[in-house]
């Protein structure tokens, strides 16, 4: 009986196996074939799908992309900019550019608020448009601006001490994106006939923005 047993194991276990080797041989393994649909990155490149998942590769500097919940913000980074430390715990990326033949420093950073429920985007700018000294934007501060399909509300939050800084406000749903142009050591700053928009970090942003993806 034993044996009988034995026996009978050992044909099921030839009958699988020759199952197993058939299906190998008749239905071998296909490779993955992605689709031939590309990603287009802020900076005009683009970037092919990749890995068994299909799924694209990683835009390469200097592209960027900042997750923010469920959101993801990318641009590319301005020439002559590299990252720098954020100034405070509010910020959630940081970019610097020196120039060498003096000591004025460019500077871009990115902050993100979240509108409640209860407030709106107008009480939030109110409520954060604040210089480093914590001295509150004026009204005649406010303007606004579009870049590319996007409206944004301008603040010039400090004009003093040869720093300029314009922050653009930009509200996605419920979510409140602040894009800082700071301008240091500028020599002339209290001229009123600057052209602000000229500066190095004001001229560097306006270019990040038309290449702003929210995803």
């Given at each position: 009986?034993?044996?009988?047993?034995?026996?009978?194991?050992?044909?099921?276990?030839?009958?699988?196996?020759?199952?197993?080797?058939?299906?190998?041989?008749?239905?071998?393994?296909?490779?993955?074939?992605?689709?031939?649909?590309?990603?287009?990155?802020?900076?005009?490149?683009?970037?092919?799908?990749?890995?068994?998942?299909?799924?694209?590769?990683?835009?390469?500097?200097?592209?960027?992309?900042?997750?923010?919940?469920?959101?993801?913000?990318?641009?590319?980074?301005?020439?002559?900019?590299?990252s720098a430390t954020p100034s405070d715990a509010a910020v959630l990326a940081a970019y610097?550019?020196?120039?060498?033949?003096?000591?004025?420093?460019?500077?871009?950073?990115?902050?993100?608020?979240?509108?409640?429920a209860s407030s709106t985007p107008s009480t939030v700018i109110q409520e954060t448009a604040i210089s480093a000294s914590g001295v509150?934007?004026?009204?005649?501060?406010?303007?606004?601006?579009?870049?590319?399909?996007?409206?944004?509300?301008?603040?010039?939050?400090?004009?003093?001490?040869?720093?300029?800084?314009?922050?653009?406000?930009?509200?996605?749903?419920?979510?409140?994106?602040?894009?800082?142009?700071?301008?240091?050591?500028?020599?002339?700053?209290?001229?009123?006939?600057?052209?602000?928009?000229?500066?190095?970090?004001?001229?560097?942003?306006?270019?990040?923005?038309?290449?702003?993806?929210?995803?």
């Amino acid at each position: 009986m034993k044996n009988l047993f034995v026996g009978i194991s050992l044909i099921i276990l030839v009958g699988i196996a020759g199952f197993v080797y058939r299906n190998a041989t008749e239905h071998p393994l296909q490779p993955i074939v992605c689709p031939l649909d590309a990603l287009l990155c802020p900076d005009g490149s683009s970037v092919s799908r990749t890995g068994s998942s299909c799924t694209f590769q990683a835009c390469p500097l200097p592209n960027v992309t900042i997750p923010i919940g469920d959101a993801r913000v990318s641009f590319a980074i301005p020439a002559g900019f590299t990252s720098a430390t954020p100034s405070d715990a509010a910020v959630l990326a940081a970019y610097e550019m020196t120039d060498a033949s003096s000591t004025s420093v460019a500077s871009i950073s990115l902050r993100h608020y979240k509108i409640e429920a209860s407030s709106t985007p107008s009480t939030v700018i109110q409520e954060t448009a604040i210089s480093a000294s914590g001295v509150p934007a004026t009204v005649t501060a406010f303007s606004s601006s579009e870049s590319g399909d996007r409206r944004y509300t301008v603040v010039l939050i400090e004009r003093s001490g040869s720093i300029i800084d314009t922050a653009y406000y930009l509200v996605h749903g419920t979510d409140l994106f602040r894009f800082d142009a700071i301008d240091t050591n500028v020599q002339n700053w209290s001229d009123p006939s600057l052209n602000v928009a000229a500066l190095p970090a004001h001229t560097a942003l306006k270019k990040l923005l038309l290449t702003l993806q929210m995803l």
